[in-house]
């Protein structure tokens, strides 16, 4: 029967994968779409409400600015959209932004590119879980009561499937996202049929409401501070455009041709439907405030204020029908799963950045079913620690978005132009030269516009909470450098010198660490025998006259052909005495070797780990850190090994580090009067009883 823990991980992620599975692995355009886009789609249900929630700062009039707010959104979307096209082309690799900036404008900047991406991924996961929770408490108000716990379950719910691998997430979020365009494109194109064809009167719920402004009287610099800050916020709409560019790989063959008309029906649909909300918005006369409590002077009573996306469905289906539901279910599943975005591509990433030595070389593997988990749960735990930090509100959590993703933006287009810079240097052919120029173009363009809008960013939020994500990325930043320092370091240490082969020891002195005469004692002194040292000495410590006493007599009586030497130790430790015999043994002659020979009692049941010490453990460790020390473990299988299911441990093997035997062993040592395997003094699971005085 298989153990339990590997029971419940098959239930929850599947069998796993071989290694030559991936390429089934790969997706089609249509399941890349709601894999790679759902971030950006689901944009469209919190941009108008931040950007609709700034403008109300200036009270009810300023909301005739919020077309032109879109517009201009809609304009960096299209440009991002366009600039990411031609990186997909020319770093079809997977790297995106960070690969980019890496091979055009150095590490450094390589590295900055992708600690803010990692620090957007996580917040990505946070913002769109925290709107998804927020929209369905608009309908349902169990959930509002309590949407910190339902965001966190979200995002372990997203962590499992992310975690049965790629194609099979992407299969579980197709129809949902499809399902959010053809319902939110659908309620978009009824209210304008209802409006502009039909002529009927659509009123918002909101629309009567009588609302005062926070800022009073703004004018010149103010007004455009505040039109600023409100374009900012709607920015986070193109949150999410750079994933696919990071997901190359994901693609089916052609992956380039794949993956830019992917981003380019990522940003016609984006583009459509905040265009449509915005402007029904416009129509219906919606309202829709930072702080209701304070800004609301009169309206209905009772009155609750609803999101954007639920305030149309409402005012175009009627309160309490189907459809209604519809659209507000519809909103929280994309925003659930915008998330998926990050899932995908933070993990990936990730592989690279450990790949190249910034991150640790755990997140560079992939788990049972292809899927890089490590990053997959790293990602989840972060975005739940923010979850439950900023309380799931999205206002909270918004102001330290999109930050990230605008310096990668930024950066990105500067390292385009250099490749672009570079390659027109060599081409002569009149064509290809023609197509480099367009596409420098593009990229220089949106150089410009991407760091303009980062910019204002930052001026506008740095004080409501931006700072914050520019300390996260400056700490992830120094940590990942430090970490390449480090992996540079051993590597640098590891590499074969000049001088070909290693000088080998002098001589070899051998240490048999005793606590008493037992059959592991005896295996380990015939081991150490066999290896021919040089000199052979048994060592035990002196914590008790009397047990020391009845060793040497035992020894003495067993003829053991090794001398031992016995260490006082007045005050009954263990450790440091025979530290310092080790040490006294190398300090005339530097090219010696000492080896010390451990002998360790291998249990069947956990339950009997703590039946025996751990002081021989300890030693171990101690000594690996002595140079010119070599710690070699000789184990003794007590009898309980000999009905341990080793099919059921080695299903365990891959949930961590290996512990246990592989079969029982007949013992090829004559027995000692009165002692028995186990008997006496030992250790827990691969430990020892190397000296006098422990049990």
């Not at 069947?604 to 002081?615: D, K, V």
């Not at 093997?653 to 090829?668: E, M, V, Y």
Request: charge should be positive.
């Amino acid at each position: 029967m298989a153990h339990p823990t590997t029971l419940m991980k098959r239930l929850l992620l599947g069998r796993p994968f071989r290694s030559d599975r991936l390429k089934h692995t790969l997706l089609p355009k249509r399941v890349a779409l709601p894999v790679f886009a759902s971030d950006a789609l689901s944009s469209v249900a919190y941009a108008p409400d931040e950007i609709l929630l700034t403008l109300s700062i200036a009270g009810a009039s300023a909301f005739i600015f919020s077309p032109w707010v879109g517009l201009a959104v809609v304009v960096v979307m299209l440009t991002v959209v366009a600039s990411y096209r031609q990186t997909v082309h020319a770093y079809p690799s997977g790297g995106g932004d960070y690969e980019v900036a890496t091979v055009n404008l150095g590490q450094k900047a390589g590295v900055g590119v992708a600690s803010a991406l990692m620090v957007d991924y996580v917040l990505t996961v946070a913002v769109s879980v925290s709107s998804g929770v927020a929209n369905l408490g608009s309908v349902l108000p169990f959930v509002a009561t309590h949407k910190v716990g339902i965001a966190v379950g979200a995002v372990v719910l997203l962590t499992a499937i992310n975690l049965r691998g790629l194609r099979e997430s992407g299969t579980a979020l197709a129809i949902p996202t499809y399902g959010f365009i053809i319902v939110v494109g659908g309620m978009i194109l009824t209210g304008l049929v209802r409006v502009v064809v039909l002529g009927h009167d659509l009123r918002a719920p909101s629309a009567d409401l009588v609302i005062s402004a926070e800022w009073h009287d703004l004018t010149g610099v103010a007004m455009v501070f505040l039109l600023l800050r409100a374009f900012s916020s709607g920015c986070a709409a193109l949150t999410g455009v750079e994933a696919i560019s990071n997901g190359v790989p994901a693609f089916k063959p052609p992956k380039s041709r794949n993956a830019a008309t992917t981003l380019l029906l990522l940003g016609s649909v984006s583009v459509g439907l905040i265009v449509g909300i915005i402007w029904l918005a416009r129509l219906t006369g919606l309202q829709f405030v930072e702080d209701p409590a304070q800004q609301i002077e009169s309206g209905p009573a009772g009155y609750v204020q609803k999101t954007v996306t639920a305030q149309l469905g409402e005012t175009i289906f009627g309160s309490g029908s189907v459809l209604l539901f519809l659209v507000v279910a519809a909103t929280a599943m994309i925003l659930f799963l915008a998330a998926n975005t990050a899932f995908n591509g933070f993990p990936v990433l990730g592989s690279i950045l450990a790949q190249d030595r910034y991150l640790p070389r755990q997140l560079h593997t992939r788990g049972d079913r292809l899927a890089f988990s490590n990053g997959i749960v790293f990602l989840a735990v972060f975005a739940i620690v923010l979850i439950v930090g900023f309380q799931a509100e999205v206002t909270r959590l918004i102001q330290l978005y999109i930050v990230g993703v605008f310096v990668s933006f930024t950066l990105s287009q500067a390292g385009m132009i250099r490749h672009w810079n570079r390659r027109l240097r060599t081409e002569r052919d009149p064509l290809a030269r023609r197509r480099m120029l367009r596409s420098r173009a593009i990229n220089g363009f949106g150089m410009g516009l991407t760091g303009t809008v980062l910019v204002i960013v930052l001026v506008t939020k740095f004080l409501l909470g931006a700072w914050i994500a520019i300390a996260a990325m400056a700490v992830i930043y120094l940590l990942m450098l430090t970490i390449r320092r480090h992996y540079d370091r051993v590597a640098a240490e590891l590499e074969p010198d000049d001088e070909g082969r290693p000088v080998l020891p002098a001589r070899n002195h051998a240490v048999v660490l005793v606590s008493k005469l037992h059959r592991p004692t005896l295996r380990a002194v015939a081991y150490a025998q066999a290896t021919r040292p040089d000199t052979l000495t048994a060592v035990t410590v002196n914590v008790d006259d009397t047990d020391t006493q009845k060793l040497q007599r035992d020894w003495e009586r067993h003829g053991v052909p090794v001398p031992l030497t016995v260490i006082d130790s007045p005050y009954r430790e263990i450790t440091r005495p025979v530290i310092d015999f080790v040490k006294a043994a190398r300090r005339d002659a530097p090219r010696d070797v000492v080896t010390v020979f451990i002998p360790e009692y291998v249990v069947g049941h956990w339950w009997e780990n703590l039946l025996h010490n751990q002081s021989a453990l300890r030693l171990k460790g101690r000594l690996l850190f002595e140079p010119g020390v070599m710690v070699t473990s000789v184990p003794w299988q007590l009898a309980s090994t000999a009905n341990k299911n080793l099919a059921r441990y080695d299903a365990t093997l891959t949930l961590g580090p290996a512990r246990g035997p592989r079969a029982a062993h007949r013992d090829p040592y004559p027995s000692v009067d009165g002692d028995r395997a186990g008997d006496g003094d030992g250790v827990a699971d691969r430990g020892a009883a190397p000296a006098r005085g422990e049990g």
